[in-house]
T-cell receptor, first 118, second 114 residues
């Protein structure tokens, strides 16, 4: 399967613990996005990477959240001191930079990591 | 600030009838508009996009959408609905002036009855 993969698919943790999620984008996709989705809502933008550079980060993202993409390939999203309000589906998406700038804006989503904070 | 509104939580349509799922948007610059579909227990899938050019864009599975600048709308349409089209549909917008943030609507659940 050459799509976007995410690991783990499910995570249950106790409040106050740290968690880390991994995303492997489609090979050669330069752009990588993280979103959070809660029940009944659309995906909410968290952050964006172009290669290894984090170019945009939502102001909604508290300092307990951090993301990295150290070699421009896979990415990790860490949540420190988890709270019950962090319970959600965390989605990763990637897209290529095409030869024509307008050709690459659609995003390819992974299956998500469902986080439950008890 | 960017925003997307999907005014209907749910749309019900009979198989074989045309369907429309509504979307309106607000963005400062030129809008880049998208529709995604989410089937049960599956990830979001890209359906179609409008970046520039013809206002009527065609996408996967026979879906199309019409960009209307004056009404700031980007409604999703299909001439003849299938039961298999039943899913959750999301409209999304990005500001074409720059920036990488994509804003999604809350979604519209489509039920197609046989």
């Amino acid at each position: 399967d050459t799509g976007v993969s995410q690991d783990p698919r499910h995570k249950i943790t106790k409040r106050g613990q740290n968690v880390t999620f991994r995303c492997d984008p489609i090979s050669e996709h330069n752009r990588l996005y993280w979103y959070r989705q809660t029940l009944g809502q659309g995906p909410e933008f968290l952050t964006y990477f172009q290669n290894e550079a984090q170019l945009e980060k939502s102001r909604l993202l508290s300092d307990r959240f951090s993301a990295e993409r150290p070699k421009g390939s896979f990415s990790t999203l860490e949540i420190q001191r988890t709270e019950q309000g962090d319970s959600a589906m965390y989605l990763c998406a990637s897209s290529p930079i095409g030869l024509a700038r307008r050709s690459s804006y659609e995003q390819y989503f992974g299956p998500g990591t469902r986080l439950t904070v008890t | 600030a960017q925003s997307v509104a999907q005014p209907e939580d749910q749309v019900n349509v009979a198989e074989g009838n045309p369907l429309t799922v509504k979307c309106t948007y607000s963005v400062s610059g030129n809008p880049y508009l998208f529709w995604y579909v989410q089937y049960p227990n599956r990830g979001l899938q890209f359906l179609l996009k409008y970046i520039t050019g013809d206002n009527l864009v065609k996408g996967s599975y026979g879906f199309e959408a019409e960009f209307n600048k004056s009404q700031t709308s980007f409604h999703l349409k299909k001439p003849s609905a299938l039961v298999s089209d039943s899913a959750l549909y999301f409209c999304a917008v990005r500001d074409g002036r720059g920036g990488f943030k994509t804003i999604f609507g809350a979604g519209t659940r489509l039920f197609v009855k046989a």
